[in-house]
């Protein structure tokens, strides 16, 4: 961890872009002033009394440590990026370390999900390797007596003329000293794809090896000697409990208790709190099942998952309701239609149950407040642990650690403010936050369940004139940060983008409306959350239902139908740099994963293929993905086996080859989870599944065969952790029609569900 500050005298600002190096090491990094001067930047390194957003350094002995904003949760990230930054600086894999930073403004935005990681960071890291090359090239140049131009760079190592030097003695005798603008770094020139060595090969993950032989460290392995230990007694409900007396009597006979206290939360995050304090982690637990907690509750103590539903179909039967994300003319196409369809979808309540339980532990240091922890956006919390300490932003940072699963949990940092609150109640002490599995799972930023109704319209030749699609779920981004809501272009009212997007298709459909709705009883009973996948898990369920139920209807092939609709004209043509192609690479995915499954073959009976299709995650960032379910129906038991999945993604350019896999398999495998097993309900205001005995993922021996593909480009990377998961559910769910006829519209999807669907 480091501790770095600004010299005296030196005002930095975030305009210049610095490289310097002395004995100890050669840095690069983004300065905070206008730029500063070859001769300061000598000085500034040479004292390592400096606060610049370093993206990586070179040691003396040659070692290149890349500095990661992105929380490490099993995905590789940090592989990943610092092979974006080692290919553009012509390193030496074996030679390169990754180094997760903790939280400072100094990095800007530290967030990891959507699937942005790679795209957002590539562009940035090249430019860094790139100028870190340069600048070894050039000051090699110098050392060797020769033109810079007659130099290249190559694993560590800059040669030419029949001589050569490596980057750790350049490190160890040169003079290091560049300063950029940001527009110069913006446009320093990068290599084209063709000379890449890095990207895209097959390459050791950094990562591994920690998590294997057991030297990682989660947030959960966090220790300081002294510490106290707290579990929470979670009260009835998410937002309208207050806690009144407390009953510790049974928890006294805990060994090692040390008393109970009640949260006052200046931020709201966790209102009705009850910690119980014990000498370690089992007696805490002990004890907080022991403490007997009076609350007065509000209303939302009896709100059913029925009762969510419910008042999701009031508000989309409002007209007037919602943000109009996507407007076109519908009710005039709709009008001279010849025929139209409807059909209304919706999805349970989901958990994240992530392996490790979220956890946390606070104490005050030379007056700053330290916060040990496994978190997915330190930025977003942030301002809530200074609210709840009552302290500045500058005063609290978040100490970094490998996340035991994190799957959008989370990014929703709400479980460190009640560790902060004890430890201030004991004067700063360290205190250590551990949630049970139950206390976890009632505590969940679960994803909100859903009601979407779609209807399409057809003129009197089969044609598509007309669309529209209305959804209605809690809004993650309405509850805990509000800074991202979007606005409407059809009526300027606020929405969600991550709780709508998937809706805003590239299908061309004539008239087109999107209309998100907030449900804002789901955002007062629970704190909804993003979950893997966020808005395209569900709003891709019904989007990709509901083409194949229009195919059938029109008497047409489900591939040919979303083929005919992906023609890439007007808005879904594509644009630079990150939707080149638009709806004809989504279609291109589309055939591909057909072709592998063997789309059209003739079928055992009770056997079919089923298909789906989508863009990632968001319009600006679009992954095509299609999937083909192969599945077999018991008619007398509505079971489904799925018997094989086939997954084609256009990502551009695949960074980490391994990872990318891992990726796309763990993405294709949660979202057959939640197609045929996930799912639970709102009962009394609360979760009703609060444990894997009743909350059952997918097991290992549920897991079929898997077919993944990816296409090659070189065009711009995009994400990759949840496209798959969003195409799984709607491909089982049009297969199930296939095999049987079957037409199932609510996730999970049950045995009992297709047994009723088969009896019309």
Request: glycine share 10%; proline share 5%; net charge neutral.
């Amino acid at each position: 961890m480091n501790d770095l500050g600004t010299p005296r005298g030196l005002r930095l600002t975030r305009r210049g872009f610095l490289i310097g190096a002395a004995g100890t090491g050669f840095v690069m990094a983004f300065a905070r002033a206008s730029l500063v001067l070859p001769e300061q930047a000598a000085q500034v390194v040479a004292t390592r009394s400096f606060d610049p957003n370093l993206w990586f350094r070179i040691d003396a002995d040659g070692t290149i440590t890349v500095h990661v904003i992105r929380a490490e949760m099993g995905q590789h990230v940090g592989t990943a990026l610092a092979r974006i930054l080692a290919d553009e600086l012509e390193a030496d894999w074996s030679q390169v370390r990754v180094e997760h930073v903790d939280s400072d403004p100094k990095w800007g935005l530290m967030v990891t999900g959507g699937s942005w990681s790679v795209w957002q960071s590539f562009p940035l890291l090249s430019q860094a390797g790139a100028a870190g090359r340069t600048a070894l090239i050039e000051e090699a140049a110098k050392l060797l007596g020769v033109p810079a131009a007659s130099l290249q760079a190559r694993n560590s190592v800059v040669s030419g003329g029949g001589r050569s030097i490596t980057y750790a003695q350049i490190v160890q005798r040169g003079d290091l000293s560049r300063s950029w603008s940001a527009e110069e770094l913006k446009a320093m020139p990068v290599k084209p794809p063709a000379e890449r060595r890095l990207v895209g090969v097959d390459t050791q993950a950094l990562d591994i090896p920690g998590k294997t032989d057991g030297k990682g460290v989660y947030g959960i392995d966090a220790h300081i000697d002294g510490m106290v230990h707290a579990a929470p007694v979670v009260p009835p409900t998410r937002n309208g409990s207050k806690a009144g007396a407390v009953d510790e009597t049974l928890a006294k006979q805990v060994k090692g208790y040390q008393g109970h206290l009640v949260l006052d939360d200046p931020s709201g995050t966790v209102p009705g709190w009850v910690l119980a304090l014990a000498d370690s982690t089992w007696a805490a637990m002990q004890a907080a099942r022991r403490l007997k907690v009076t609350w007065n509750n509000d209303d939302t103590a009896e709100v059913s998952e029925q009762q969510v539903l419910d008042h999701a179909a009031k508000l989309i039967a409002d007209a007037n309701a919602g943000a109009r994300v996507v407007e076109g003319p519908v009710e005039d196409a709709f009008a001279k239609a010849a025929s139209t369809l409807e059909a209304e979808y919706t999805t349970a309540s989901v958990l994240h149950f992530q392996l490790e339980p979220v956890n946390a532990l606070a104490l005050q240091k030379n007056g700053v407040w330290e916060i040990h922890t496994g978190n997915q956006w330190q930025s977003l919390i942030l301002p809530t642990l200074a609210k709840a300490l009552g302290v500045g932003e500058d005063k609290v940072v978040l100490r970094t650690y490998l996340l035991g699963g994190g799957f959008g949990r989370r990014l929703n940092g709400d479980y460190t403010v009640p560790a902060a609150l004890a430890s201030k109640a004991l004067g700063g002490k360290p205190v250590k936050l551990t949630l049970t599995r139950e206390d976890d799972a009632r505590f969940d930023s679960i994803r909100s369940a859903s009601l979407q109704k779609l209807r399409m319209g057809f003129d009197a030749a089969g044609k598509v004139v007309a669309m529209q699609h209305d959804a209605c779920a809690g809004w993650p981004t309405q509850v805990m940060a509000g800074a991202l809501l979007g606005k409407a272009k059809g009526n300027g009212a606020p929405y969600d983008p991550f709780a709508i997007s998937g809706a805003d298709h590239w299908y061309t459909v004539g008239a087109h409306r999107v209309r998100a709705i907030s449900n804002d009883l789901a955002n007062r009973v629970f704190r909804p959350g993003w979950l893997r996948s966020v808005g395209p898990g569900w709003t891709n369920w019904a989007l990709e239902s509901f083409m194949d139920e229009a195919a059938h209807q029109r008497g047409q092939d489900s591939l040919a139908f979303r083929l005919s609709l992906l023609d890439a004209t007007g808005d879904n043509a594509g644009s630079a740099p990150n939707a080149v192609g638009g709806a004809a690479r989504q279609a291109g995915a589309l055939r591909r994963a057909a072709e592998l499954a063997g789309w059209g073959q003739a079928l055992p009976a009770d056997t079919g293929l089923g298909i789906a299709t989508s863009f990632g995650q968001e319009r600006d960032m679009p992954t095509w993905v299609a999937c083909v379910a192969r599945v077999k129906v018991d008619r007398q038991s509505g079971h489904v086996q799925v018997e094989q999945l086939t997954v084609v993604t256009d990502c551009g350019t695949v960074v980490h080859p391994d990872g990318a896999l891992a990726q796309t398999e763990g993405a294709t495998l949660w979202g057959l989870s939640m197609a045929l097993h996930e799912g639970t309900l709102i009962e009394h205001g609360q979760v009703r599944d609060i444990n894997l005995n009743s909350y059952t993922p997918l097991r290992i021996a549920d897991v079929p065969p898997l077919q993944i593909e990816f296409i090659p480009s070189t065009e711009a990377s995009v994400g990759l952790g949840e496209p798959a998961t969003t195409v799984v559910a709607p491909a089982i769910g049009n297969a199930i029609f296939a095999a049987v006829g079957a037409r199932v519209r609510h996730l999970p999807i049950t045995p009992e569900a297709v047994r009723k669907a088969l009896k019309g």
